[in-house]
């Protein structure tokens, strides 16, 4: 019943909203300084495991192979749900950087977190996709991760089907800097968020092998593309119906 949606989505904005506020305080101040923000990282990654803990939805996350924790990845992933945002700091141990909109800069706290520790780009104007993208590829080389929805926003009209084409961003930065791109499969967030009320569901996450990039170049884009478009695709395909 909706009623029993409701009660459900005010939960779990409530546990979000108290653990953001609760480790809050110590986020702002290791946002202060480059060196510290690591400290900020680790802080959303406990944000994440403890709400969705609090909320009785554990995350199971299954690796195909074991991810250097030091190693610089471009990490893409299918987005259908508000959820994904959240769960990235659970699935992904690396040090990374989201690359978003800009417009969650206007949400008080949380955009001011967002500003300090990620990437945002506004997508209707060009020269931010161009700082954007150049802040991406700096961050590679100082060795951060960076993490980004390839669909460049929530569009699909029939989950779980991506949208194509994909982003020139994440396969360009990963191609400049010779980094993986690792495709992870959000299997079930769609489930449990397919708009603004939230139902309880197992949420399962697989987390690909890399795929290198060693000696391509941006005439390879495209292929490079639907390499990632074929690991994930499928997978959201066979768990369509669990």
């Known amino acids: 019943m909706k009623i ?4 459900y989505t005010i939960w779990c904005a409530f546990w979000f909203l108290v653990v953001f506020l609760l480790l809050y305080p110590i986020v702002y101040v290791a946002l202060q ?3 510290w923000k690591p400290i900020a990282h680790y802080c959303n990654r406990i944000w994440g495991k403890i709400f969705f ?4 939805q554990p995350v199971k996350v299954s690796y195909e192979v074991a991810l250097d924790p030091k190693r610089a990845y471009v990490f893409c992933a299918n987005h259908f749900s508000y959820i994904d945002i959240a769960m990235m700091g659970v699935v992904v141990k690396n040090y990374f950087a989201f690359m978003g909109k800009s417009s969650v800069k206007k949400v008080p706290l949380f955009g001011y977190m967002f500003t300090k ?12 996709r161009i700082k954007a993208l150049t802040r991406s590829i700096k961050a590679l080389k100082a060795g951060r991760s960076i993490m980004i929805f390839p669909e460049g926003g929530i569009h699909s009209t029939n989950f779980p089907e991506m949208v194509q084409p994909f982003k020139d961003g994440a396969f360009s930065m990963a191609i400049e800097n ?15 968020m397919p708009d603004v009320l939230i139902k309880w569901h197992k949420l ?8 290198e990039t060693t000696g391509m170049t941006k005439a390879d884009m495209d292929t490079l593309k639907k390499q990632v478009y074929d690991v994930i695709q499928p997978t959201l395909n066979k768990y369509k119906a669990d």
């Open 4 to 7: 029993f949606s409701w009660i």
């Open 117 to 128: 520790l990620h990437i945002q780009v506004d997508r209707a104007a060009k020269d931010s």
């Open 53 to 56: 803990f609090m909320i009785g």
């Open 33 to 35: 300084k480059e060196n």
């Open 204 to 211: 399962r996450v697989i987390v690909h092998k890399p795929i």
């Open 178 to 192: 010779q980094v993986p791109i690792v495709p992870i499969s959000l299997l079930d967030n769609y489930k449990m």
